[in-house]
């Protein structure tokens, strides 16, 4: 089965500072892998995806993601961080018995950015 | 393009009455669509799966007589909660997927109180 693990429920920084939120993902197959945001009382909006090819993939608003297949990991970075990145980060996987259309999401990381 | 809308995008209801959520891809045909939930700062949840024409398939553990799905067309689902109660309370979000591809396009979820 397919298992998502987003470290850190709330992550903090600075305006302006790095943002590193983590993800690591279980999966028998070669995974697709996905960073979502999600404002308060809104749906989902897709950042970036990691299907096949290059490993490092670039998504809208300044972050990109790079895929360890080693690492199992797929973590969102940003290198200088906004106030308007304040919200909730979810990192989502699929593949398997799901197929690729069915995704499995993570807990969910909410970043703060203050002043 | 790719654009998917809910409505109500929130209601009220009174313990025991039923209330439709619906779930429409207003660019696109969606040959499947998706529900979730979501509690208050947790993550999202599949409740189940719909194809057009055909009964949805339930996640374990979502009663289908109480979530009952309906993706009577392309371009419209509708989740109807049956003798909501309390603790149905939560928002509802769902997502649809055009022909065979994966990537999912996400409402902007409804939010359900029962009172």
């Known amino acids: 089965a397919q298992s998502v693990t987003q470290l850190g429920s709330h992550v903090s920084v600075s305006e302006g500072a790095l943002v590193l939120l983590r993800c690591n993902y279980s999966?028998?197959?070669?995974?697709?892998l996905f960073w979502y945001v999600q404002y308060p009382n809104q749906g989902l909006q897709l950042l970036l995806k990691?299907?096949?090819?290059?490993?490092l993939v670039k998504g809208i608003n300044g972050f990109e993601a790079e895929f360890k297949k080693s690492e199992t990991s797929f973590h969102l970075t940003k290198p200088s961080a906004h106030m308007s990145d304040a919200a909730e980060y979810f990192c989502?996987?699929?593949?398997?018995?799901?197929?690729?259309?069915?995704?499995?999401f993570g807990a969910g990381t909410r970043l703060a950015v203050h002043p | 393009g790719a654009v998917v809308s809910q409505h109500p995008s929130w209601v009220i209801c009174k313990s025991g009455t039923s209330v439709k959520i619906e779930c429409r891809s207003l660019d696109f045909q969606a040959t499947t669509m998706f529900w979730y939930r979501q509690f208050p700062k947790q993550s999202l949840m599949l409740m189940a799966t719909s194809n057009e024409g055909s009964k949805a398939t339930y996640e374990q553990g979502v009663e289908k007589d109480k979530f009952l799905i309906n993706h009577a067309s392309l371009t419209l689902s509708t989740l109807t909660v049956t003798s909501a109660h309390p603790e149905d309370s939560s928002f509802y979000i769902c997502?649809?997927?055009?022909?065979?591809?994966?990537?999912?396009?996400f409402g902007p979820g409804t939010r359900l109180t029962v009172t």
């Open positions: 999966s028998s197959v070669p995974p697709y």
């Open positions: 990691y299907t096949t090819g290059a490993t």
């Open positions: 997502s649809a997927t055009q022909g065979a591809r994966y990537e999912q396009y």
């Open positions: 989502a996987v699929s593949g398997g018995r799901g197929g690729y259309n069915k995704l499995i």
